[in-house]
């Protein structure tokens, strides 16, 4: 992969120039009590109702088509490691000292007169962002989304849990991502092929289904605009793969309407809980290139439906010509179980996106019971099998491992992530294309082009090989991997279930 900017300087754009640090008064009134009404999303005085008008993030690119080389919010700039946390201001209202450890909180209230005085200056330790986007989801909403989702999942939910499982105490958090816009150009080229003809041959047992299609030279050729593309900037969250706890269950929860974000102040923390940046830019940018890439991926099959058979890239040239970041806080509402399972201890997660009210969760399992009914389910299943006539009803003999695996991750969603490829903002232009004729195939047994490779997403990590394994085509191959091999149980549930199951 090209990456132009890699000699180009980095540009920073200030976007707390003119932010207070401080007092932040109401308008009205005077009082310095601001809190985010979630019915709005926007900042209220607690003592006059008074509203604020929302206060857009000054500097950045908007027209991402001009956006060259590397723009930095200087909320997203590079973390100093001994970096003064402590921030000491005199109070405008008494001259009391107040001090504030950035490390916790960017807001304290002075013992003396009990104004709130905010830090809204940049601190170069990852604490205070450019953007934020406010809650907009009560936490009685929450509460509810939460126990709907619980209560789909309560048969086999372990007992301890269900006991223990109250709502009460759930927690608005801010996590930090970076936001990054992207102005690129894509050229890849390769074959696709259409089906023109399905038939059989032979009969009974021995019936056969056979395909014609056409093959093409394709070539693809565009400018892509993705606005957005949302990245965790916190070590723990990013890690999806950690088997302690079940991030990608916050991960799965985006998309976030992050082109609502605005100005970070200290004012919409208060209430809420915050995790602090601490990764760089460079860092995430390996994730970037090839998340963006993957979006690149899937921009150009809006252009390929008619390959139906799929389109197989032998070359994909992707340049990254600007890119933009901005950092910023991304509301969520989060139930939090920890399981204790002897020393392994996982902690379950269920979150609400505070925008969009999506909820995504893991719920423990009671594994005993749901091996009791898998092993009926299997015995149901073996007797259907003598009763019905199906050219796959040897799949009746794995009902039960299929039961076993469709209830795990009904309850655990350890598949589930956000589907950036899809569902984040781009937009193509100059779109170029060629599509020449090659030859017609004769015969073929596949119903899909082999090497098709036009929906690989490889920025998702290894969790999606869950996805994929649940196609029909790979969830035979499991079947027969497992019936060669000498443990046949595990290996179809390893296969099938890679990380969590056991
Ligand atoms: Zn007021
Ligand atoms: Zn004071």
């Known amino acids: ?80 490691a001994d970096t003064n946390e402590v921030v000491t201001f005199k109070c405008d209202s008494c001259g009391a000292e107040v001090v504030i450890d950035t490390a916790s909180a960017s807001q304290a209230r002075c013992h003396w007169c009990r104004n709130y005085l905010s830090v809204n200056k940049q601190i170069p330790n990852g604490s205070i962002p450019d953007a934020v986007l406010p809650f907009a989801v009560s936490k009685d909403e929450a509460k509810t989304q939460i126990e709907k989702f ?182 969520v509402w989060l139930y939090s179980y920890q399981q204790v399972n002897g020393n392994k201890k996982i902690l379950h997660y269920v979150a609400v996106n505070a925008r969009t009210k999506e909820t995504m969760g893991s719920v423990p399992i009671h594994i005993p019971k749901l091996i009791g009914v898998s092993i009926i389910v299997e015995i149901c299943g073996i007797i259907s099998m003598a009763f019905i006539d199906w050219d796959y009803n040897f799949l009746f003999l794995f009902a039960g491992i299929i039961f076993f695996i469709f209830m795990f991750i009904k309850y655990r969603n350890n598949n589930a992530r956000h589907s950036y490829e899809t569902e984040t903002k781009k937009e193509i232009s100059n779109l170029r294309k060629v599509d020449k004729y090659i030859a017609t195939k004769k015969g073929l047994t596949n119903s899909n082009m082999r090497s098709a490779n036009n929906e690989r997403v490889n920025g998702a990590n290894a969790d999606n090989k869950i996805l994929d394994s649940f196609s029909t085509e790979n969830l035979s191959k499991n079947i027969v991997n497992s019936i060669t091999s000498n443990n046949p149980l595990e290996t179809f549930i390893n296969n099938t279930i890679n990380k969590g199951g056991k």
């Open 1 to 80: 992969m090209q990456n132009d900017n890699s000699n180009n300087e980095r540009v920073i754009v200030q976007t707390d120039a003119d932010s207070l640090n401080g007092q932040n008064k109401c308008p009205k009134c005077g009082a310095t009590d601001i809190s985010t009404n979630p019915a709005s999303g926007k900042l209220r005085c607690n003592y006059c109702r008074f509203e604020f008008d929302l206060e857009k993030i000054t500097g950045m690119f908007t027209n991402l088509k001009e956006l060259s080389g590397e723009v930095v919010g200087s909320g997203a700039s590079d973390i100093i």
């Open 150 to 331: 619980v209560n789909k999942r309560k048969f086999f939910a372990h007992p301890k849990f269900k006991a223990e499982f109250t709502t009460e105490n759930i927690m608005g958090v801010y996590f930090p991502y970076m936001l990054v816009d992207i102005n690129a150009h894509a050229n890849f080229t390769g074959e696709g092929e259409r089906q023109v003809k399905m038939y059989f041959k032979g009969s009974g047992n021995n019936r056969q289904t056979y395909y014609d299609a056409d093959s093409y030279y394709i070539e693809r050729e565009f400018d892509l605009i993705i606005n957005g593309l949302s990245v965790e900037s916190n070590s723990n969250r990013l890690n999806n793969n950690d088997n302690t706890k079940t991030n990608n269950v916050i991960n799965a929860i985006m998309p976030f309407d992050v082109e609502n974000a605005v100005k970070y102040n200290a004012n919409y923390l208060k209430g809420y809980t915050s995790e602090r940046r601490d990764i760089n830019v460079d860092q995430l940018k390996d994730i970037v290139n090839v998340e963006s890439k993957d979006i690149a991926r899937f921009a150009a099959n809006e252009s390929l439906q008619e390959y139906d058979r799929g389109v197989c890239w032998n070359r994909e040239d992707f340049t990254l010509k600007g890119e933009q970041w901005t950092s910023a806080y991304l509301p």
